[in-house]
């Protein structure tokens, strides 16, 4: 797949991963690849192990066995901040947004929290330097995620979608070549939603890869290059939207007649 960095190049990768919690099997042997320039999509329905995958890649749940790689190097036994500083950023389903800061200053701490790594004292005395570097990276994620205009607003006067596009800027102002976003359109309106695909795109455009968990099957359908299906665990099914719209697996395990109905005619 062309881009507009050109070929797709190594970004996220997952092998035969399983996470089990006591007795239960949540992610069971999954395999997926999520590379630079590309907007791959992981679904299903609630319970499916999505976000528990997620959590597998950036570190936050040691795996039971497989392996997890970042731009082709082995990441599996690293910490969540080392794998940031090797260029993977992450969002949640839950914002977390200071209210007591302005929009520009929550998004200058996605640079920050980069740079500083296990050492969060370290900007406690940051050379001029790193301050214009942080400047710098705040100011562009801003453009880049079309919130320039609410910099010195407070995120508590935000409308949910601008709150969104926010946090969306934070992780974008870290660098981070790869991103993992967790369900980032809930609580978005359709026009919302629409701008945030957009936004997306472009990002992706830039050469940046992106791993989305979202259950908008509009969004999915309209803005994925490659989708993988979970359904108890398992991956039921992987290939293109067409694809996916076109699976009575995935259309039995997870779509459902009405969502299905509605997938196949975005």
Same mark, same amino acid.
């Given at each position: 797949m062309l881009t507009g960095a050109g070929v797709t190049?190594?970004?996220?990768?997952?092998?035969?991963?399983?996470?089990?919690?006591?007795?239960?099997?949540?992610?069971?042997?999954?395999?997926?690849?999520?590379?630079?320039?590309?907007?791959?999509?992981?679904?299903g329905p609630n319970g499916a192990g999505k976000t528990t995958t997620f959590n597998a890649c950036s570190g936050l749940n040691r795996p039971t066995s497989g392996s997890v790689s970042l731009f082709g190097q082995d990441v599996t036994r690293l910490a969540p901040h080392a794998r940031a500083q090797r260029g993977l950023g992450r969002t949640f389903q839950r914002m977390e947004l200071f209210d007591s800061l302005t929009v520009r200053a929550n998004v200058g701490l996605g640079c920050e929290g980069v740079m500083a790594g296990s050492r969060p004292w370290k900007f406690l005395r940051?050379?001029?330097?790193? %301050?214009?570097?942080?400047?710098?990276?705040? @100011?562009?994620?801003?453009? +880049?995620?079309? *919130?320039?205009?609410?910099?010195?607003?407070?995120?508590?006067?935000?409308?949910?979608?601008?709150r969104r596009l926010v946090e969306l800027a934070r992780v974008v102002a870290g660098g981070f070549q790869m991103l993992l976003l967790d369900e980032p359109s809930s609580g978005l309106d359709r026009n919302e939603t629409g701008r945030f695909g957009e936004i997306l795109r472009?990002?992706?455009?830039?050469?940046?890869?992106?791993?989305?968990?979202?259950?908008?099957?509009?969004?999915?359908?309209?803005?994925?290059?490659?989708?993988?299906?979970?359904?108890?665990? %398992?991956?039921?099914?992987?290939?293109?939207? @067409?694809?996916?719209?076109? +699976?009575?697996? *995935?259309?039995?395990?997870?779509l459902g007649s009405e969502a299905a109905e509605s997938a196949a005619s975005s």
């Open positions: 190049a190594p970004g996220l990768g997952v092998h035969e991963l399983s996470v089990r919690f006591g007795g239960l099997l949540a992610v069971d042997s999954v395999t997926l690849e999520a590379p630079l320039g590309r907007l791959t999509g992981l679904i940051a050379s001029r330097a790193e %301050r214009s570097r942080i400047s710098a990276a705040t @100011e562009e994620a801003m453009e +880049s995620c079309d *919130v320039t205009s609410l910099a010195h607003r407070r995120p508590a006067s935000l409308s949910t979608g601008q472009q990002l992706v455009a830039q050469g940046r890869g992106i791993l989305i968990v979202e259950h908008d099957m509009e969004l999915v359908m309209s803005c994925c290059d490659y989708l993988h299906v979970l359904d108890f665990g %398992r991956q039921i099914f992987d290939g293109t939207p @067409e694809q996916v719209r076109g +699976s009575d697996l *995935v259309r039995a395990a997870y």
